[in-house]
């Protein structure tokens, strides 16, 4: 299944948290599902929504649960103001393009969704009999879940984000003993950044659970942000030491979040991301990393002085070899710092090789 884009899902995270329990409007459409009245909700009264309308009232009042319950009532649709003050239409009949595609077959539902897609608006449907909410944004659809649930859910999710940590760290710690050790293969650097990839995706799941719960996701916040910590730091610092010029971080991040799940599993297809010269299904050939995460633990070391030192080394294992004044050499670097990088790169390297046989 391939992954939403990233703009689509920020759409529907901006929705959620319009929605999300502790916010006036949730409070109204939870009043609306108890009701069992059911109700179409537009949440933007922008021209091009008004353009659609038909009939109905102009309400322009100020939004409050208890009016937005009431007017539910009605059969028609409820235009609420793009800030969420305002109740600005009440009965309306919207009159979408016929011609986009839904997959939903009720006609509430066929409305809400014809009416966000093609006018790129968030739009909320609540069923009548079933209470279920749907929301349609960006063009995805969302069906809101109940909180009990949704909590039950995002904690086996957080489960399953402990383990594929526990898994990434793994693959980091073999990727520093072979970089110091100069025998990294592409393999080793693809496991990284696919297990990285895992992560992030798993913890993006996450993070649209806890926008969809509102004021209930505070202990689900604080787990994430625990084990979440700094991975994104360290797997930048991981595609950069490995991708070739011209190429930036940015660039394989976005063309692994393309990639579908199985995609991103397969270590070949993972490794084309890198567009590093060779045959990149070739996966035991042996790669030469800059440097740049090793350098990155030294201390006060600026980013841009340790871009200069990776790229006149050209590769950590001529820089594990450089001398003091070899490191004085780069521009910008002076006595104290070259002792300090060549001290906490011998550091690293003993560390590593202590842990790798203990």
């Known amino acids: 299944m391939p992954s939403r884009s990233r703009i689509a899902n920020e759409a529907m995270r901006n929705a959620l948290a319009r929605i999300a329990p502790g916010t006036p409007l949730r409070d109204g459409i939870d009043r609306v599902v108890r009701a069992k009245t059911g109700a ?52 309306v009949h919207l009159v979408p393009d016929p011609t986009v595609p839904t997959g939903e077959t009720g006609t509430r539902h066929r409305t809400a969704e014809r009416v966000s897609r093609s006018l790129d608006v968030p739009v909320v449907s609540a069923s009548e009999e079933m209470g279920v909410i749907n929301l349609y944004a960006g063009g995805y659809k969302h069906q809101v879940q109940e909180i009990g649930r949704l909590l039950d859910r995002g904690n086996q999710a957080l489960q399953t ?26 393999r080793d650097v693809v496991s990284v950044v696919q297990r990285g990839e895992m992560v992030h995706r798993i913890a993006d799941e996450i993070e649209t659970m806890i926008i969809e719960l509102g004021i209930d996701a505070r ?25 070739p010029a011209g190429r930036t971080t940015e660039d394989t991040l976005a063309e692994m979040s393309r990639l579908s799940d199985d995609e991103v599993l397969d270590l070949r297809v993972a490794a084309a ?6 045959d990149m299904r070739d996966l035991d050939q042996e790669v030469a990393p800059k440097g740049l995460r090793l350098l990155h633990r030294v201390s006060r070391l600026p980013t841009a002085t340790a871009a200069r030192i990776a790229d006149h080394f050209g590769e950590l294992a001529k820089l594990q070899r450089a001398s003091i004044d070899d490191l004085m050499a780069v521009d910008g670097v002076d006595e104290t710092m070259a002792i300090t990088v060549k001290d906490t790169l011998e550091r690293v390297t003993e560390s590593t090789i202590l842990d790798q046989y203990s």
């Open 40 to 91: 179409l909700l537009v949440l933007s009264d922008g021209p091009a929504v008004l353009s659609i309308c038909s009939g109905g009232f102009l309400v322009d009042a100020p939004y409050s649960p208890q009016r937005l319950s009431e007017l539910a009532k009605m059969d028609g649709a409820i235009i609420i103001s793009t800030d969420g003050s305002r109740i600005a239409r009440a009965n």
């Open 161 to 186: 984000l402990e383990r594929y940590k526990v898994k990434l760290d793994d693959a980091i710690a073999n990727l520093t003993a072979v970089e110091v050790e100069d025998v990294v293969t592409l």
């Open 219 to 243: 202990l689900l916040r604080l787990q994430l942000d625990e084990l979440y910590g700094e991975i994104d730091d360290e797997l930048d610092l991981v595609i950069a030491d490995y991708l």
């Open 273 to 278: 991301t890198l567009h590093r010269a060779g």
